[in-house]
């Protein structure tokens, strides 16, 4: 008797879309991303196969449905397995859904928006399987405080998955983030919730598309960074280095590169404080681009302690561990979460 169920992760984004076919055990097994929930629950997870297409939004919704299909077709067939096989599909979809009608409402990929995806790809797949679909950084958040850098953290603290409260953040192209409380994830009324890149750091700062000043995701995100540097050094605007070779340039001492990441820092201490005050959360994890320059932790946890309102609660901030796995492993386990371990 197999102790094991097979598990998809769709993670859909504006240019890629990615196919994730992990085997979920019930049990620890030494090699693989172990995760416990609570003392008598532990999994593993086992990714096998991964696969990749271009979203190619501009050619519709109902083509990128149709090669979606075809692209999850492929991986089963590829591993000998069939639709039948798979015990459920999580999907992260790169915008706010609406958690009662798992349909996204607003987002930067406007295909999806209005669109029964849940169903047109049950349909497509002549599937029958459970299917939920989130926000893409919620994926993320979900991924990392179940299997990820939260793990590492319960492992050293002996805290269980629902007793905490963690908020995974991504600095990448924008900023997300999700939010989890008592193993659950914070959804809001109609999916708006955790919509942390879009709080203002910076009062009468930058524009941001979403009609605020002064986003947390106008300074903060890869594009935000470029942008706040090249305001603050005019002479470089006409031809800006990149993100990568600032922070290169600051680990080989440039002054102004180093003043640059160091106001980085700060800002991201700002809004990891006021993230702290409110939620007093057990750990954050950091995501996206940024996340992987070893500057930016340089330091943090002490500044913002500095800034934290509880002097005896004293935040910790990880790195994510699963790297570009975490959107389709947190995907893949929207399902168990809601019917496994919440139920
Ligand atoms: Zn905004």
Do not use: W
């Amino acid at each position: 008797m197999s102790n094991f169920k097979f598990i998809l992760g769709l993670d859909i984004g504006g240019t890629k879309v990615e196919v994730s076919l992990i085997k979920l055990y019930e049990e620890k097994k030494e090699e693989l991303i172990q995760f416990t929930t609570d003392k008598s629950h532990s999994y593993s997870l086992e990714i096998i196969d991964t696969r990749r297409i271009p979203t190619e939004r501009d050619n519709g919704y109902e083509d990128v449905v149709k090669r979606i299909a075809g692209l999850v077709n492929s991986v089963l067939s590829s591993n000998e397995i069939t639709v039948s096989d798979i015990s459920s599909l999580g999907i992260g979809l790169p915008g706010s859904v609406d958690p009662s009608t798992q349909q996204m409402l607003k987002g930067n990929t406007n295909i999806f928006v209005g669109n029964d995806l849940k169903q047109d790809l049950l349909k497509a797949l002549d599937a029958h399987f459970d299917v939920e679909i989130e926000n893409d950084a919620n994926c993320f958040a979900l991924a990392e405080s179940l299997s990820g850098s939260g793990q590492k953290h319960r492992d050293s603290t002996g805290v269980e998955f629902q007793e905490e409260t963690s908020v995974g953040i991504i600095l990448g192209t924008g900023v997300g983030g999700g939010i989890l409380i008592s193993g659950r994830l914070l959804k809001g009324k109609k999916g708006g919730g955790a919509e942390i890149g879009h709080t203002q750091l910076i009062s009468k700062g930058f524009d941001c598309y979403c009609g605020r000043k002064g986003c947390v995701e106008q300074y903060l995100s890869g594009p935000g960074f470029k942008q706040f540097f090249t305001s603050k050094s005019p002479t470089m605007a006409e031809d800006p280095p990149s993100t990568k070779d600032i922070f290169k340039m600051a680990e080989e001492n440039n002054p102004a590169a180093i003043k640059m990441i160091n106001e980085y820092q700060d800002l991201l201490v700002q809004f990891l404080a006021n993230l702290n005050n409110i939620l007093d959360p057990d750990y954050f994890v950091l995501g996206g681009g940024l996340s992987n320059q070893d500057l930016i932790y340089k330091g943090l946890e002490e500044k913002l302690y500095k800034q934290t309102f509880l002097k005896e609660s004293r935040p910790k901030v990880y790195q994510n561990t699963l790297g570009d796995s975490a959107g389709g492993v947190g995907a893949a386990l929207l399902p168990f979460i809601e019917k496994v371990i919440l139920k």
